[in-house]
């Protein structure tokens, strides 16, 4: 029995929409996410699509399966993950050439971060089947919009290796990116990790939030260094961890050489184009070296 889905359509064009005009989930893989902590953080729609769908395909049947008592569903289940997936993945594709409805969901979240499932999307949509987001709870976003860093700009990059040498070489590619970097942690590395990040990327502003949406939720904020040397001592704290690092501190132009460099230029050069120059040679602002260059050109005409 398939239950109507109700999606919030803006567009009316989306396969969701399509779904809902028929009375019921049209046959296709759904992603949905669940809840990362308290249970009540599930929306009304990835109930719908738990309710109706043919078979869920899960990382933990003993997990999903507590979620589904919790909002009294029951519905076939079936594991997917990192150690089956070659196997299962044959198995799921038929089930929806027979034309069913297949949810996808990951232990905690959104399916597909840090989790397996992004093959599963990819031979899906080489086979011209629909896929279909159901959006909801992510510790990355959940973490980001706590932390008080930037948010326009932020990288998630997973789990580091847990040997010295290859999370420290992953940390020097990450060290010149300039936005807010968001990791997964284990509480027993958490120690570990934060020290190599301080070796690696300085001393920036970092938050460690942990068991985010839970009856212990903690953030703590504070530099690496704070961090770092808290966990140096503090026991390993329970439960899942999100880590956030900012991006890194612009460095301040020298202004004496940047003017000395300007006024060189200036007597040859159109000021756009010594601006240009300049905030090339010396990774200053474009937009603050050409008004100095203007103030500059002013001056000099007048000497």
Do not use: W
Not at 14 to 20: D, V
Not at 78 to 90: G, I, S, T
Not at 275 to 293: C, H, N, Q, V
């Amino acid at each position: 029995m398939t239950r109507e889905l109700k999606p919030l359509d803006l567009d009316g064009k989306s396969q969701a929409k399509k779904t809902e005009q028929s009375g019921g989930l049209t046959a296709g893989l759904y992603i949905v996410a669940t809840p990362i902590g308290n249970a009540r953080d599930i929306s009304l729609r990835a109930l719908e699509v738990l309710k109706g769908c043919d078979v869920i395909a899960c990382e933990d049947t003993r997990m999903t399966s507590k979620l589904l008592a919790i909002h009294g569903i029951s519905r076939p289940l079936v594991p997917y993950n990192d150690h089956n997936a070659p196997e299962m993945r044959p198995k799921l594709l038929a089930r929806l050439a027979r034309g069913e409805v297949v949810a996808l969901v990951s232990d905690a979240g959104t399916p597909l971060v840090s989790d397996p499932g992004y093959k599963l999307v990819r031979d899906v949509i080489g086979e011209g089947m629909p896929v279909v987001a159901i959006p909801g709870a992510s510790a990355v976003l959940a973490g980001l919009a706590l932390s008080g860093l930037p948010s326009d700009r932020f990288l998630f990059a997973g789990f580091l290796p847990h040997r010295a040498g290859e999370r420290a070489a992953i940390l020097e590619e990450l060290k010149g990116v300039r936005a807010t970097l968001i990791f997964f942690e284990s509480a027993q590395r958490l120690s570990d990790s934060l020290a190599a990040m301080l070796q690696v990327l300085g001393d920036r502003p970092a938050v460690m939030a942990r068991e985010i949406t839970k009856l212990h939720e903690e953030t703590r904020r504070g530099l690496l260094s704070q961090l770092a040397a808290h966990y140096q001592t503090a026991p390993a704290p329970r439960g899942e961890v999100t880590l956030l690092i900012g991006p890194p501190r612009e460095a301040e132009a020298d202004m004496g050489k940047i003017d000395a460099a300007l006024k060189a230029a200036l007597p040859f050069m159109p000021v756009k184009a010594a601006a240009e120059m300049i905030a090339g040679l010396t990774d200053g602002s474009r937009k603050a070296i050409y008004a100095r260059a203007l103030d500059l050109k002013e001056e000099l005409k007048d000497e």
